[in-house]
């Protein structure tokens, strides 16, 4: 393809008088290398392949972007086929505006289609829980067949993020003015033969950037001495060493440098069951004027301040004492704010016009509407601190994956951050306990975050949370009878996000499903589970951590031969399988070695005990023993020990954190390989 890129005022004239001028050429070079591209026997298994996919950026000095997006996409399986008839691009209103510049077909027999107006569509995009009046616009391309290829031409302008709005292009620049900032990802979920970002910035703004977790080709060409612009063009056809597979003409600008990086041979990245984010380990580019984190901290900190998002209103006030009266301990005001911003302001985002993006809506607007999303919710929270006499400010974080130092707005969450009394910062979060004892859900541990205060501040990562604090323990005594049958009660406890795993099977449904949760919970160890007694702590009371008592009957539950009792101890089995209690349990351990990083939901101390009176027995046959395993990951210990006629089962096992390197993976899949051998070993006695 004719690749041709013009920055300024003039750019989509100069741009469509090229492509008209050069029809043929384009077509034909087109052609090439759709030919040239690979069909379904190098590629097979994806649907299509990427021929090209081309981004290029002019940077304006007040960091208003103008961007052209240009992708060549062959298809290769009926399912590509398919699943390309519509290709659609999103965007919002407020902030950006895109332009469907070219949509073409090429087909195998060599006929060129140009879709015609009336098959781009501009409509509201579909939603859920947020409605801020995103849209999208649709090319549709029809009836495709393997071997065809489709290509699209977009052009951009403006950023991602909406903050306040203006006339005519003013609401396109950037929220943090005169400044750039992109995030470009050199991985795909198809193949791609080649990937290229090209950046032109005025020389007056520094960038910096850098490549992670890979390797681009890349080059920086500084502007011409002379005002006139020159056109630099590499022919792939002239000279076996060129830069680009398709011809590619970039411009040399005065008073922009032009930055450019590209990757060849992008085939779609391995992955794992578990594994951490795909940013975390695939390749990609950063880069951004801001010269460091604190800068954007004090620019964050000042257009929320100025933008008055946490003034407190009367009716704020008048909320705040009457919740805290009473009240002196700074911790319990704390605990109450917290939860009712959690708990009172519906997660549920509106258009509101004006504030969207890093400007937190008035704690006024969310007082009354009792909704928003995370940084309403946030900014409800300090609000209300403030009218408690806290000093309170707003955070940003990064929610499934890390943020890394180029101070690119890595961020899709906010939080709160509070002072107490001694000085300490500490973080909340109303949008992610809800029905929870944490003011910081420690799912979130290991998550880099950046404080919006007056002084500014650097990225920080918010620690391990000890596994401790997440325990969930399972403790009991029961009686096994000479006819198989088991009676017993046992306790379950849990603390920190192992309690909200646990509270959540009785919170998140009506009141009349509580008492299914216990018995749906036996019948999956036996239909002849009988429950005598249940007890349920409320789950609305927070005040202490989620415990449930039942006693029970199942009869049959040991095998009963003539010579033998078989039976595997009911807590070392574990009737509580489901993800929101044992989530651990779901973990892929038939990866013996892993190549990259994985997470869990949250750090967690295990532990079970139990003891059962033996009916009359001979002799033991198969008393399991198991291995202890230790390691700076996880840990596991566990065993079953007769005295007389009493079994004493007993195990813990513990998981450290939430994210883990490669190289943690055998300690902590031994650990949980114990622990499954541990709740399937049974038991076997002589009568």
Known sequence: MKRLFYFGSNLALMFLFIISTLWGQTVDLNYKLI?????????????VVVIYDSTSVDVQETGLSYVFMHKLTKILTAEGATENRVVTFNYDPLSADIEIRIAKIY???????????????DYPAPARAIYWGARDKAVEFGRLEPGDAIE?????????????????????????????????????????????????????????????NGELTSFIHFPPQQNNVETVQVNPYAKQ???????????????????????????????????????????????????????????????????????????VQKKVDELLEGITDEMQKIDILTHWSADEIRYSGISMGEGEGYTLHPGEMTFRDRCGVCKDKAGMLITMLRAAGFESYPAMTMAGSRIDKIPADQFNHSVTIAKLSNGDWILLDPTWVPGVREWW??????????????????????????????????????????????????????????????????????????????????????????????????PADLSKPMTIYVKYRI????????????????????????????????????????????????????????????????????????????????????????????????ATHVMEKRIYEAEDWPDYRSALLERIKFMNSPIILAK
């Open 107 to 121: 087909r195998k027999n060599g006929t060129v289609e140009v879709i015609a107006p009336q098959k781009i569509y």
């Open 152 to 212: 699209t031409l977009i052009f951009r302008k403006g950023f991602t993020y909406a903050l306040l709005t203006d006339e005519d292009d003013n609401k396109f620049i950037p929220p943090m003015r005169g400044h750039y900032y992109d995030i470009v990802e050199f991985w795909s979920n198809v193949p791609v033969n080649e990937k290229v970002y090209m950046v032109a910035m005025p020389k007056d703004k520094p960038l910096q950037y850098e490549v992670y």
């Open 35 to 47: 030919k040239k591209g690979g069909d379904v026997n190098d590629f097979p298994n994806s649907n």
């Open 441 to 538: 859900s420690s799912a979130e541990q290991q998550q880099q975050y950046l404080m919006g205060i007056p002084n500014g501040a650097d990225i920080m990562t918010t620690p391990v949370s000890p596994a401790e604090n997440h325990y969930w323990k399972l403790k009991g005594e029961s009686e096994l009878k000479a006819d198989g049958t088991l009676e017993g009660s046992f306790t379950l406890e849990a603390e920190g996000q192992s309690d909200s795993g646990l509270r959540r099977a009785f919170a998140r449904g009506y009141k009349s499903g509580w008492e299914e949760f216990i018995p749906a919970t036996l019948a999956e160890i036996s239909l002849k589970a009988e429950i005598l007694e249940e007890k349920v702590h409320d």
């Open 555 to 650: 009869t049959d539950y040991a095998t009963v031969t003539k010579e033998n009792i078989i039976f595997t101890p009911l807590l070392a089995f574990n009737p509580f399988r489901d993800g929101g209690n044992s989530g651990e349990l779901r973990t892929a351990t038939n990866i013996e070695e892993r190549q990259y990083g994985f997470r869990t939901r949250c750090s967690k101390l295990v532990e079970i005990e139990e003891t059962i009176t033996l009916p009359s027995f001979s002799k033991a046959l198969e008393i399991p023993e198991f291995k202890n395993v230790g390691g700076k990951a996880a840990s596991f210990n566990g065993e079953y020990k007769l005295t007389g006629n009493k079994l004493h089962v007993k």
């Open 241 to 315: 060493d060129s830069k680009f597979s398709f011809q590619h003409n970039f411009p040399t600008v005065p008073n922009k440098v032009l930055y450019c990086w590209s990757k060849k041979n992008i085939l779609p990245l391995k992955t794992e069951p578990g594994m951490v984010a795909h940013s975390d380990i695939a390749t990609k580019l950063l880069m951004s004027t801001s010269p460091d984190w604190y800068a954007k901290s004090l620019w964050f900190h000042k257009v929320n301040e100025d933008f008055g998002s946490f003034d407190v209103t009367p009716d």
